[in-house]
């Protein structure tokens, strides 16, 4: 993460909690046996079957993830989480050394018994898999492994906290609210409640589902679920301080401020008091995850040293935090241009680790977030604004290696698309202009290195990624991205190596095809990703395109939009309009978006009389040139329609 003008701060933060596990796609059991083990766990505890099936699709939608224990530590169908033992089980930790793109090689480090934290003083949240095994007589071993196992110990848990709520194990679904939110492991009553809210919304709806293990899971929609909330007021969890929070009602918030203050010699931080939208628009949310665990993130965002972002969002259950005022400009991005016109919400979780799955309660809250904040400011559910930190463009060639890789390919864009409302659809036909990238996240995995150690090959995982070759052939070379090897080495399949990689949603001009395979004008260049019929992994879409104006063999491309120097006044520096190394050669097309004037926010003191919004008459496009955004100077080109 980068602050404005200013140095470089790690996007490490301390020891993740869990690592990459077996892959979820080795030896699947027979269709059916997991809808079996809900129907026989259900009966044998005497819990609802439609109350067990969502509370497990709440946090895993049902995946086993091949054993593997979740960013907090969970584990199975049901999430039952052991934060210790998915520590120790680490192969790597980040130490909080690497640079500010995470992908330095880490040397493999044992945990040993001693260092590890007693499970007393884990939050119980972190350790409800313990409880499993108490009340359910089973191994904690098969309660890691077994999803029969494991769907038995979350019936258990449920049973349990409905007797302690001294009500009946109820047949009826409505009577279980107060369990379900026991069940989140929430500390405060609005999470623990929104959290059930949530549980309930997938009993009324219904869900079907084939799995990561490749079973079909279903739950009958019971419209008629009709529970009552004030249960949870009966957990005695605390009421978290949400006064000056924003956030939609269907979101549990709490404000955890970051610092603005000053240190050193006139430093300061870790935020700029602003005035959006009177003074700035806001245009674009930006995707992070933490690289950290939830309380060494906010440990961090308190830090006035440190960085910040306006939201950090928590695995296990989706509560969301609330740092920096939305009126206010956070330091997250790495792009000072972007800064000012964005909002950045953190997720708690490790680009290295595919395995180190999210819940969807995690999904749901963010979605739910990011559709208020775009109606808040009106800005567009597409992937033009909604970005990825790893689509945010580098502000110079300086800064291009330097730039994030989070949230990765393993961040489900598709899924929660899906979540916003507005699924990512073919809008035309299979012989349009442009496409929208769109593989099936389960099936398509395609090979990375570098998540435990450099070099050495990823667990295999579903992806919303496609890898972008010189030509229509699977052993052609990657294309080249001269930004990140300005000695033009070839890009490579490296977890955090975006040069070569096109993500879900994003969109881009066609420039040929061949047989099953699809080419798209990307960096400057013809990229070539494998596209078959049977199997897409990109589809039709309809869309504006730019090009450069006639006569004309190439054009800068740029990382900002910034004013032209005459705009500024005597009093504000003037910023360069740094070119990136990047050209737009003739012929070739970019899909468009918004036509902006530049900008610029001038904000780099403590005391805040002296902030300026610079605003010229220099008009930009942005555009979809590489794995980030870009932009170009209208001046420079021609839209077509």
């Not at 107060?178 to 919304?201: E, L, Q």
């Not at 799995?211 to 679920?225: E, I, K």
């Not at 430093?267 to 995707?287: E, F, M, T, W």
């Not at 491309?557 to 050209?583: C, F, H, M, N």
Request: charged share 20%; aromatic share 8%.
């Amino acid at each position: 993460m980068l602050r404005a003008g200013g140095a470089v701060a790690s996007a490490a933060l301390l020891l993740p909690l869990v690592s990459a596990g077996p892959s979820a796609t080795a030896e699947r059991p027979s269709s059916g046996a997991l809808q079996h083990d809900f129907a026989a766990a259900a009966a044998q505890y005497g819990v609802p079957q439609s109350v067990l099936l969502g509370v497990s699709y709440l946090q895993s939608r049902w995946d086993t993830h091949g054993g593997a224990a979740s960013v907090t530590g969970g584990y199975g169908p049901m999430h039952l989480t052991d934060a210790r033992t998915a520590l120790a089980e680490a192969p790597h930790h980040s130490d909080g050394t690497e640079d500010a793109r995470g992908d330095e090689a880490r040397p493999a480090r044992t945990v040993t018994e001693a260092a590890l934290p007693r499970a007393s003083e884990l939050p119980a949240r972190l350790r409800t898999l313990d409880r499993a095994v108490e009340l359910s007589g089973i191994s904690a071993e098969q309660l890691r492994d077994s999803p029969s196992a494991n769907v038995r110990g979350g019936a258990a848990l449920l049973a349990d906290a409905q007797k302690k709520l001294g009500l009946p194990l109820s047949e009826n679904p409505a009577e279980w609210f107060g369990a379900v939110a026991r069940f989140s492991g929430a500390d405060d009553t609005a999470t623990a409640r929104t959290y059930a809210n949530d549980v309930f919304d997938v009993i009324r709806t219904g869900q079907t589902r084939v799995t990561d293990s490749g079973q079909r899971v279903a739950l009958a929609a019971d419209p008629a679920a009709a529970p009552d909330p004030a249960q949870a007021a009966r957990l005695g969890l605390r009421t978290a301080d949400a006064k000056k929070t924003e956030c939609p009602r269907t979101v549990a918030c709490e404000w955890i401020p970051a610092p603005y203050e000053e240190f050193g010699d006139g430093d300061y931080g870790n935020h700029d008091l602003a005035d959006r939208p009177a003074s700035q628009s806001v245009k674009y949310i930006v995707i992070h995850d933490t690289e950290g665990s939830w309380d060494t993130t906010l440990k961090l965002v308190q830090d006035p040293t440190y960085v910040s972002w306006q939201y950090t969002l928590r695995s296990s259950d989706g509560h969301v935090a609330q740092h920096v005022p939305l009126k206010d400009v956070a330091w997250h991005a790495g792009n000072w241009y972007v800064n000012a016109k964005s909002v950045g919400l953190e997720h708690e979780g490790f680009l290295v680790s595919p395995d180190a799955w999210y819940t969807e309660a995690m999904y749901r809250s963010s979605a739910r977030l990011v559709k208020y904040l775009s109606k808040r400011y009106d800005i567009p559910l597409d992937r033009r604004h909604i970005l990825g930190h790893d689509n945010v463009p580098g502000t110079t060639a300086a800064t291009i290696r330097g730039m994030h890789t989070d949230p990765g390919p393993y961040w489900d864009w598709s899924h929660y698309f899906q979540l916003l409302g507005n699924p990512l659809r073919r809008t035309a036909g299979p012989a349009s202009g442009v496409v929208t990238i769109r593989p099936d996240y389960l099936s398509n995995q395609p090979v990375y290195t570098g998540c435990a150690t450099a070099g050495q090959a990823c667990v295999p995982h579903g992806s919303g990624a496609v890898r972008l070759h010189i030509a229509p052939a699977e052993d052609a070379p990657l294309v080249k991205d001269i930004g990140l090897r300005p000695g033009g080495q070839d890009s490579t399949i490296d977890v955090n190596d975006t040069g070569a990689r096109a993500s879900t949603g994003q969109q881009y001009a066609v420039a040929g095809r061949q047989g099953d395979w699809t080419a798209i004008w990307y960096l400057g260049q013809q990229a070539w990703f494998h596209n078959p019929r049977k199997q897409p992994t990109a589809v039709g879409a309809r869309g504006r395109v730019l090009t450069p104006k006639e006569g004309v063999a190439e054009i800068p491309v740029y990382g900002r939009a910034y004013p032209e120097p005459a705009a500024y006044p005597t009093d504000v520096p003037v910023q360069p309009i740094s070119p990136l190394p990047y050209k737009l050669l003739a012929g070739q097309r970019y899909v468009v978006g918004d036509r902006t004037l530049g900008e610029y926010l001038y904000a780099t003191t403590f005391d805040t009389a002296g902030h300026r919004v610079v605003r010229g008459t220099e008009a930009y496009y942005e555009i979809q040139f590489g794995h980030r955004v870009a932009f170009v100077k209208a001046t420079d080109v021609r839209v077509l329609k």
